[in-house]
């Protein structure tokens, strides 16, 4: 009841209800007579069915939600974001963590903290990136703004390497830590937080072609999206198989054969 008054939500209930035991109170006292009451309870129903109204036009709105998801009718801007905002937290319970992109600047930097403390914890985590080694920086430099420097990318890798470098050779990690190398461009972005149980998360990046407007997000959750939601996750399980495991002619130990 204090919660809903703080927020001012179903004030007209608790206004029906006083005003009904007030109602009940002075009629069993005879304080007031039988027209006051009278009018009192009209006021009463009045204001009742007011908030009856209210409700009614809310389940009619929601109705109509329902209706147009249910026929695909439903906006871009409720299912596409700019970013990933529960991301960390859903890091922070995750007991298989995997991630694929281009450079994982960002991601890594925002994720490198937890990414540490899961895999002391015990969390298994996959990491892949496009390889400095190979074409893909210039063809991640021709998709971009910048089509004619690839040595951009080439530069935006070495931090995020360097992280995945103090990663695996943080104390209590083993070898639950591995990082892959991919010779081509993903076409997105990945985040898999415990994709095989029910209450998995994929995060999809969509990335955009010769733009810096920012990438569209979507999220993935089993139990919704089904054929989907698979979809993505036998993606990343591909483009792990093609990447190339990091190894000591990266600053890497050597990666586990499995």
Known sequence: MRDDLSAGENLEIYITALLSLALAVLGALNVASGEVLSAATLATLALLAGSLLG?????????????????????????????????????????????????LART???????????????????????????????????????????????NRLRPSIDLLRELVEKPGVGDRVEVRFLPFVPAFGLVLLDPQRSNGFIHVDVYSH???????????????????????????????????????????PTAPTA
């Open 108 to 154: 890594l930097r925002n994720l490198i903290d937890e990414l540490g403390q899961r895999a002391v914890d015990g969390s298994v985590i996959k990491v892949a990136l496009i390889d400095p080694a190979s074409t893909a920086p210039a063809e991640a430099a021709r998709r971009s703004t910048i089509p004619n420097r690839p040595e951009v990318y080439e």
């Open 210 to 252: 010769s733009s810096a407007s920012g990438d569209a997000v979507f999220t993935l959750r089993p139990e919704r999206d089904g054929h989907w939601y698979q979809h993505f996750q036998a993606e990343f399980d591909r483009v792990w198989e093609y990447g190339r495991p990091a190894d000591a002619s990266d600053g890497f």
């Open 55 to 103: 409700s009614r036009r809310q389940v009619a709105e929601l109705a109509a939600q329902v209706r147009a998801r249910t026929a695909g009718e439903i906006s871009a801007e409720d299912f596409f974001s700019s970013d990933k905002p529960e991301v960390l937290q859903q890091v922070r319970r995750a007991q298989d963590i995997r991630v694929s992109g281009v450079t």
